[in-house]
């Protein structure tokens, strides 16, 4: 057993770890005297009794770890004054009673274990001013009630297990906002009601189970959007309707969905299909189905094979990077850890600085590579930056975007670990001498920048403004595949609006006229910074090297479209280069996007949908006319053409076939097997 003697352990220390050790008795009181305590792990022994109340004097206490024991008793409100910890598990006990309702006060949570106990009570509405919380595990319990709407305010929330217990009523819509969840079980309550589309809003989910209740209602078929959807257990509940067959019900087990009250669909669910409007289908229509999707198909294929010669050429991201990637983004990771991984944020890992903090590289022991991007707590603007990044950032997912593995927060530090681009900014590129990007690279940088655009203001389900579109907020990976980043003045729009008013200025030279006059912000500002940008990348000439009346805009607009070579980079084209014709035409086309995406009145300017269009289709007539596949620009076109003839020709003749010879063909056969029946 603990003997009291550990009271006179040194006030000084601040682990105490004794697990897995057959320690039996209780808790004694003294452990309250290691003040300075940061760690107490006394998981799997044979302890019993009470948490000792004693222990609410461990102020410093970040983790309390009493798992796999014998202890009994009620959870005090005593733990809610560790206003440091982390980590609180509980489980596998026979702990009784209910959660502290001041609990929610601890908002420095960011684990909560409490599984296998006799809890009965509600879930505390307080549970969700715990804004950093990662996972909760209240199952195999006999909690009650209702689950409080406030459990949608986890927000980063990435594991929630409430399985094994009594909850009744509806599943609270507020659960939809839950982006960042990755594993949700409900199974084995006593659940009500329908399953809420806004969980269709949940992009992040991989295992949802809420077999076992008494839900009723249809499947939404809006869950078909959830792409990482991996488990989708429905069973034993009094669902009717049709089961979704899209997106990730396409590999789901037929046993998510046994047990339910008229489920009807796809023989592979092993339910009877759903009945249909009318019996019969026109059989014309079927043959026009047919021959269009071998049209299509006729039409795909040659741009399928550019698609896939283009992914070979980028290549693939490492496997092994890829993995220990996704292993960082289960945990948080902790403030030593990154000092640890940074050299103690060492002059020598420092890769960039910004308005309101620097920016390191560093290393996690799993040998993933980080970016550190420690804020400057001194500056007041410092603390919103680092709101709305986390803000914006918490619910998008973009091959485009700088991925937020995690954020680490504290009262004196705050900073957010980045996926790590190895080959720096667009800036770089752009104007260090010992690099160089060809025009497809600036090309292909910009249709990624272009299709994180569009991404931000139409693919989410609240318009993001930048606000900050630059050459060094644009960072290359490995493949010189372009990722946006910086999200620190960004602006999120509210349901209904188009624009807001902002106090805060982005880079000179890349601000729209109405965002510099008045303050007022809308997509269409982005829209104008890009088309800034594109200039800039394909005439080397940044924005701030103008003066007076002439700007970079009408510099560009004056020697279009007669004298490209004259703005354009120089490194890009020389006189005895035999495409030089070629490549100016499509820096001249690129220079008519860039510009009317500048265009003085936000109506005027392109939307971020027909930007990327335009440009992929610069891109496929440049490489067309590098020979990519060994056929000329004009044999491409002739080839197309006769393509699409050719669909014509087979699309017409199934309609005069079906009008003529298959109808009456159809009506004999039917005569002939009544006749024989």
């Given amino acids: 057993m603990l003997p009291v003697s550990v009271g006179n352990f040194s006030k000084s220390l601040e682990k105490f770890y004794a697990s897995d050790c057959n320690i039996k008795g209780k808790i004694p009181n003294e452990v309250g005297n290691l003040s300075s305590l940061l760690d107490l792990k006394l998981s799997d022994n044979n302890l019993i009794g009470s948490i000792p109340t004693s222990i609410h004097n461990l102020r410093n206490l970040q983790g309390m770890f009493f798992p796999y024991n014998k202890l009994t008793g009620f959870i005090g409100d005593h733990i809610c004054k560790l206003q440091h910890l982390g980590v609180i598990d509980l489980g596998q006990n026979q702990l009784s009673g209910s959660l502290p309702n001041c609990l929610g006060n601890v908002t420095s949570l960011r684990k909560i274990y409490m599984d296998s106990n006799k809890l009965s009570s509600n879930i505390p509405t307080s ?361 620190g003045i960004s602006k999120l729009l509210g349901e209904g609006e188009n624009d807001l008013y902002t106090k805060t200025l982005a880079t000179f030279g890349y601000i729209a006229p109405e965002y510099g006059l008045d303050g007022l912000v809308s997509v269409k500002c982005d829209v104008y910074s890009y088309g800034i940008m594109l200039l800039e990348t394909f005439t080397r000439r940044k924005p701030s090297d103008f003066e007076g009346d002439l700007n970079l805009k009408r510099w560009v607009s004056y020697s279009l479209p007669e004298a490209v070579t004259d703005i354009v980079d120089a490194n890009l084209v020389t006189p005895t280069d035999n495409c030089l014709q070629k490549e100016l035409d499509v820096v001249a086309s690129i220079m008519k996007v860039a510009l009317d995406c500048c265009a003085e009145s936000p109506a005027k300017r392109t939307d971020m949908k027909d930007v990327v269009g335009m440009l992929q289709k610069i891109k496929i007539q440049l490489l067309a006319r590098e020979h990519v596949l060994g056929i000329s620009c004009s044999k491409l076109i002739t080839f197309f053409c006769f393509v699409l003839a050719l669909d014509l020709c087979m699309i017409l003749f199934s309609e005069m076939l079906v009008s003529f010879n298959v109808c009456h063909c159809f009506l004999l056969i039917l005569v002939l097997q009544n006749g024989r029946t």
């Avoid at 079980?185 to 329908?194: P, T």
């Avoid at 970016?371 to 400057?376: D, I, P, S």
């Avoid at 681009?421 to 010992?434: A, C, E």
């Avoid at 389900?461 to 946006?484: F, T």
């Fill in 127 to 487: 549970l969700g001013n715990l804004k950093d919380l990662i996972q909760l595990d209240l199952s195999s319990n006999n909690m009650v009630g209702s689950l409080p709407p406030e459990i949608g305010n986890l927000k980063v929330a990435t594991q929630m297990d409430l399985s094994m217990n009594q909850f009744s009523n509806r599943i609270p819509t507020e659960i939809g906002g839950l982006q960042n969840l990755v594993h949700l079980s409900l199974r084995h309550n006593k659940l009500q009601g329908s399953i809420p589309d806004s969980m269709s809003n949940m992009v992040g989910l991989e295992y949802l189970d809420i077999s076992h209740n008494n839900i009723s209602g249809t499947i939404p078929m809006s869950l078909e959007k959830l792409q990482y959807l991996e488990c989708f257990n429905v069973s034993f509940n009094k669902l009717h309707g049709e089961i979704p067959s899209g997106g990730p019900f396409k590999s789901l087990s037929s046993q998510f969905f046994i047990n339910n009250e008229a489920l009807c669909g796809l023989s592979r669910f092993n339910v009877p299909p759903c009945p249909t409007s009318s019996t019969h289908r026109s059989n014309r229509k079927k043959l026009l189905v047919l021959f269009l999707l071998l049209g299509i198909a006729l039409v795909f294929v040659p741009i399928a094979f550019l698609f896939l010669w283009i992914r070979y050429r980028r290549g693939k991201r490492s496997p092994q990077q890829a993995d220990s990637l996704f292993m960082a983004t289960t945990e948080r990771i902790a403030y030593y850890e990154l000092l640890q991984a940074t050299d103690s944020l060492s002059d020598s890992n420092l890769i960039g600085s910004g308005s309101f903090g620097s920016v390191y590289k560093g290393v996690l022991r799993s040998g993933t590579a980080i970016a550190v991007k420690v804020f400057n707590l001194q500056l007041e603007a410092a603390f919103k930056s680092f709101d709305t990044e986390c803000e914006v950032l918490r619910s998008l997912r973009h091959r485009n975007l700088v991925k937020v593995i995690t954020s680490c927060s504290n009262l004196d530090f705050k900073a957010l670990v980045l996926e790590y681009m190895p080959n720096g900014s667009l800036d770089k590129y752009l104007y260090s001498h010992n690099y160089f990007l060809d025009i497809r690279q600036r090309l292909s940088i910009m249709i990624d920048v272009a299709c994180a655009l569009e991404y931000l203001h139409h693919g989410c389900s609240s318009p993001v403004i930048h606000c900050d579109l630059k050459p060094s907020n644009v960072l290359l990976d490995e493949d010189m595949v372009a990722h946006l980043s910086d999200f």
